[in-house]
């Protein structure tokens, strides 16, 4: 599972980074944290095909580029809420995770996977793994687990937008924007802290996996089954378990 991390980056260095056209105001305004936790607002990466008619759409036309796509950084909350979904208030654990074993069967997750991709940006993510009893140690260790080379982690993401049944239609908050995260059977030495991990894309997968041109289930988890960036861990601090700490001591080695 996938249940805590740190999105540390501001929203221009997510930009740069990721080649993002557009980046909403709530994303901008989005405060670094380092232990973004479920239903929390969390940073997505998303292209979406430019208007037709548009003045975007007619300036890639003079370009010869056709209408192509824009690639938006928005804040989504973290735990799906498909369209027909009861609301945010609805009884039960939030999907905030999607596991790829079953994402093409699942009514919460199939539509999404074939039309609506998203990149959860993360700077690292925690996992704790379970300790023997008796061993002397506390039930459970946090570690926490980054790309070796310093980059910004790219959670394969899947979103969709619930419409507030409540709100008028010309209300601009009628429409909620919300994200899971994809995971999958830990490997590569991770299996030793817990069973399974988020699936982190290579970036150079990155524009496969969110063309919206691509709606074939079958390809989209070909993209995912792809080998993942090196990522190194190391252990953190037990604060990391209440979410109202956050702070950049919780990734610090212990």
Not at 24 to 32: F, G, H, K, L, N
Not at 164 to 183: F, H
Not at 211 to 226: E, R, V, Y
């Amino acid at each position: 599972m996938c249940g805590r991390y740190a999105a540390v980056r501001a929203a221009d260095e997510l930009a740069a980074e990721f080649d993002v056209d557009v980046v909403s105001e709530d994303a901008a305004d989005r405060a670094a944290s380092w232990n973004v936790a479920p239903t929390d607002g969390a940073r997505v990466v998303l292209d979406r095909p430019r208007l037709v008619g548009s003045e975007d759409a007619r300036e890639s036309a003079a370009d010869g580029a056709g209408t192509g796509v824009l690639r938006e950084l928005h804040l989504a909350r973290w735990g799906l809420l498909p369209a027909w979904s009861s609301g945010p208030g609805a009884k039960g654990a939030p999907m905030f995770n999607a596991r790829l074993e079953t994402v093409a069967d699942k009514p919460a997750f199939a539509k999404s996977l074939v039309t609506r991709r998203c990149l959860v940006p993360a700077d690292g993510y925690y996992e704790w793994r379970k300790n023997p009893e008796g061993s002397g140690l506390p039930a459970k260790t946090p570690f926490y687990i980054h790309p070796a080379d310093g980059s910004s982690l790219a959670f394969a993401g899947l979103y969709a937008w619930w419409r507030d049944p409540t709100r008028e239609e010309d209300d601009p908050a009628r429409w909620l924007l919300s994200t899971t995260i994809v995971t999958q059977a830990a490997r590569d030495g991770l299996e030793a802290i817990h069973d399974r991990e988020p699936v982190a894309l290579p970036h150079a997968r990155v524009d496969e996996w969110l063309d919206p041109a691509m709606t074939d289930a079958d390809a989209a988890l070909a993209i995912l089954a792809g080998p993942p960036p090196e990522l190194v861990w190391h252990e953190v601090s037990a604060r990391v378990g209440s979410v109202r700490n956050d702070d950049a001591g919780l990734i610090e080695p212990v």
